[in-house]
């Protein structure tokens, strides 16, 4: 497992719940000439899974990333700030604390962030906004946001508070990761097609170690070959539901993940949750075991419970 160490005290959950913190969705919108369109999140799984994750919708068909702008805007609000500052606290009585997203899309090898609003010891506002915008054609596929508290100034410190940070700039508290999809279907299943010679479809399975890496397309992902004479087949004339071939392709490529990662991870230790982290390969491994009901007693079975599975649900995307 991978160790933190952090050198100054950050939030933690008992911190957490005292603030009495509390937010917004984040909300879109992009620029046509003369007027602004929003864009709609939607829930990918329909319930909280690994993260967070969603598909941003356009009602009118028009957003595309490479030819539009794409701005958000989120408030949090803190009911008890006090909290933060002091001894106890994760700042200084007379230091700043600032509240900013940062942003990070790996399909365009982009990161960085969006600096919000600010508050001390004696502020009395409860509300905080952060708000930012990205060019077109800076983000490709999908990105993340990351709501954060930051140093913003340090203040003067008095020996008791020599233990808080005081590098402005800091990190002092994330509050949470939301990962949004800018097309596809909408599958937290890393699928891709590409023109390669070879089989219809093989799964790669890129991860160090499963208990920390996260379930995302670095580490795990199905290829399609779009060369492959068979590749017509995969598409269902309905397009609610997945073809038999696709299924049955999901099927193979979940059973060799967790059989993959159960051989470098007990699977007790999976499903309890033990040293494996929020989003990661394993977490990934228990959502599909618990809400696709797979018996993991034996090959045999976990095939036959995957396929009854998604017999049953009659083609959805994962």
Known sequence: MKAIVNLHPVLTQELFQKIGYSSTDYSFE??????SVPLFAESITGKEHIQTQFLLRDDLNVWNSEIHNLRFKREIVIQNPAHLFGVSGIAGQSAEIGVAVVWASKPSSQRGIFVGESFDIHTTKREFTVSGEFPAGLLRERFQLTTILYL???????EEERHLAQKPGVL??????TIF???GKGSIFPIFSYKENGPL???ECNWGDPRTDPFDDENVRIILNENHPDYRFLESTDRKKLSPL???????????????????????DIMEGTDVERGSVCMAIQYFIQTFELDTSSSENLAFSLRTYLDRKMGGFL
């Open 246 to 268: 696709m299924k049955e392709i999901i099927a193979s490529a979940i059973q060799i993940i967790i059989e993959k990662a159960a051989s470098e991870v007990p699977l007790q």
């Open 30 to 35: 992009y620029d046509l000439p003369y007027r």
């Open 181 to 183: 999809h800018l097309s």
């Open 172 to 177: 002092l508290g994330d509050l949470g990761t």
């Open 152 to 158: 913003k100034k340090q203040g003067t410190f008095n």
């Open 201 to 203: 479809w093989r799964v």
